[in-house]
Structures are given as C-alpha cells and as structure tokens.
C-alpha cells in the first residue's frame, strides 16, 4: 500500500513502485495493470458522484481527442466510490456519458474502494502516472482541472509534464519528448 497521496512534486510516494491492480470492467472483462511491463500508464480513479470528477473528465476527452496523449501511454479508468444513493449512478452510464474513450478500459473497483486505498489515493479525482519501469512519476488530485484554473504546471519526477497554455492544458513537452520521460 503506497502513503496518502499528497499532491505535487513532493509526494512520498514519487518514486515508489507502484501496485498492481487486477480487476474486471462493468461487464465482468479482465482489466489489469501491470507496472514494470514496459508500459508506462496513466491511472484515473474516479467517483460518479464527484463533482471535481465531473469536471476532469471532459479535459481528460478533450486531451485524448485533440492527439495529445503520448504514443503508448495506457491510460485506464477506475471506477471508484461507488454509491447507489447518489447522483449519476450507475458509473457505467455515467463514464459512457462523459464521453470516456472506447480505447481505455474502465475498471470497476471493488465496494470497499480497495485499488483506490492501495494505490495512496485520498481524494478524488485522483490521477496516477507510472512509467515504464514501474515506478511512480505523478500522484495528483484533478491535476487537469486545477492548472486549467490556476494557470499551474503540472510536474513530475523529471520536470514538468503539462502546462496551461491559454485556456487550454497541454503536454509541457512534445509527446515524443514525453513519452520518452515515461519509458
């Protein structure tokens, strides 16, 4: 179990090996994530009720939509904290509504939240970058959402990895740069 995340560069957990996860998305297909494979990934735990959820998830389709996600960079949705009693319940309408990729998998976590809890997250939106040799390079919360707010750069172990550029959030480096950061 990694520590709490605690947003920014100097999260505890930078650095650490990141967890394994293994589960099924919303009509029982295997989804599992597999640091150290080579594969660099981006984790997205969200919650259906969240507002600051809500409000990554279309920057998040917007940075898949205009080509911005980095050539292998595999980016999987987790869906989290759920709740019957609250708003846009089922997850899995609500992700298909927010117009999430067909191309990332969606993994549905389990009642007591437990990928959420083993990977450091305390809040939601909770966003995980991990790089090809399995160790973590961000740990952030609506890190989209925010620096479109406040006009921040988003940094990770190596530098910065997106920036606001205008209205609009962008990789801080060119994708083939990036990409090369993650693996």
Request: aromatic share 8%; net charge negative; with cysteine.
């Amino acid at each position: 179990t990694l520590p709490l995340a605690t947003d920014g560069v100097q999260d505890p957990a930078v650095g650490m090996d990141a967890p394994g996860l293994v589960g099924a998305n919303f009509d029982g297909t295997p989804v599992s994530v597999t640091p150290g494979d080579g594969k660099p990934y981006m984790l997205v735990f969200l919650a259906h009720w969240c507002p600051h959820c809500n409000a990554e998830l279309p920057r998040l389709v917007e940075w898949y939509e205009d080509g911005s996600v980095p050539e292998g960079l595999e980016v999987v949705g987790i869906a989290t904290g759920t709740d019957a009693k609250l708003q846009n319940y089922p997850p899995s309408e609500w992700i298909v509504d927010k117009d999430w990729p067909a191309e990332w998998p969606v993994m549905a976590d389990s009642v007591e939240s437990m990928s959420f809890v083993v990977s450091g997250g305390s809040g939601f939106p909770y966003l995980m970058i991990v790089g090809a040799d399995g160790t973590l390079v961000l740990l952030d919360h609506a890190p989209l959402a925010r620096a479109q707010e406040e006009g921040q750069t988003i940094r990770g172990k190596s530098g910065p990895l997106f920036v606001r550029t205008g209205r609009e959030f962008r990789p801080a480096r060119k994708t083939t740069s990036l990409r090369r950061t993650l693996l």
